[in-house]
């Protein structure tokens, strides 16, 4: 079993829909990142977490510790959006543990 | 700041060839580390270090050679490529503590061995 689990793989929706996309992890963790890859390759930080919630533009990231769980949520999806999201765990001074991430698609 | 860069980009080598993918950055970060991205795996740790002089083997090591003398750089070597070692290579930087502490990553090298 991986470690890191994120749902769905693949998601396509209409423009303006509210898409959320879930992570649970297995292990101790020191912090949980959220990071975005375009189709160009380049990968992007999106929020690190180590508890609670947090916001930025029409992105919002929220983890549960007890449950092992992380949400990302998007409102008013755009196309501009469409993207994998991929959620990556941090124990310590190691590196990342990542998800196999989400494909997101945003349909005009 | 110029943040995380990588080269080559894209480079192809023959089976048992040995070459160094290079990795620099420019914000003083502790933390350095080497991923590759392969298709239905997603992104795993090959080896990171957490300061100049320092470094240690992440989930996939085994081909890979790595070492810190300075804060700034962090080459990755393949010692004898093999086919298995195609794929998109990531470095990644971050603070070890103060500042910001998400990763940022460089544009990666896509990698193909014949």
């Known amino acids: 079993k991986n470690e890191v689990e994120q749902s769905p793989q693949n998601l396509t929706a209409q423009e303006g829909e509210f898409i959320t996309i879930n992570c649970s992890y297995s292990v101790g963790i020191s912090a949980l990142h959220w990071l975005q890859q375009h189709p160009g390759g380049g990968i992007v930080s999106l929020f690190m977490l180590s508890s609670g919630k947090k916001k930025h533009g029409r992105l919002i990231a929220t983890i549960n510790i007890q449950e092992k769980h992380s949400s990302l949520h998007i409102t008013a999806s755009h196309p501009r959006d469409s993207a994998v999201y991929i959620c990556a765990v941090q124990r310590g001074a190691d590196g990342l543990t990542f998800g196999k991430g989400t494909h997101l698609i945003i349909q005009p | 700041n110029a943040g995380v860069t990588q080269t080559p980009k894209f480079q192809v080598l023959k089976t048992g060839q040995s070459m160094t993918l290079q990795c620099a950055q420019d914000m003083n970060h502790e933390y350095m580390s080497w991923y590759r991205q392969d298709p239905g795996m997603g992104l795993r740790l090959i080896h990171y270090s957490v300061g100049a002089g320092i470094t240690d083997q992440g989930e996939v090591p085994n081909g890979y050679n790595v070492s810190r003398s300075t804060t700034e750089d962090f080459p990755l070597r393949l010692l004898s490529a093999a086919p298995s070692q195609t794929s998109v290579y990531f470095c990644?930087?971050?603070?070890?503590?103060?500042?910001?502490?998400?990763?940022?990553f460089g544009p990666g090298t896509r990698l193909t061995v014949t």
């Open positions: 990644a930087s971050s603070k070890r503590a103060g500042g910001r502490p998400e990763q940022y």
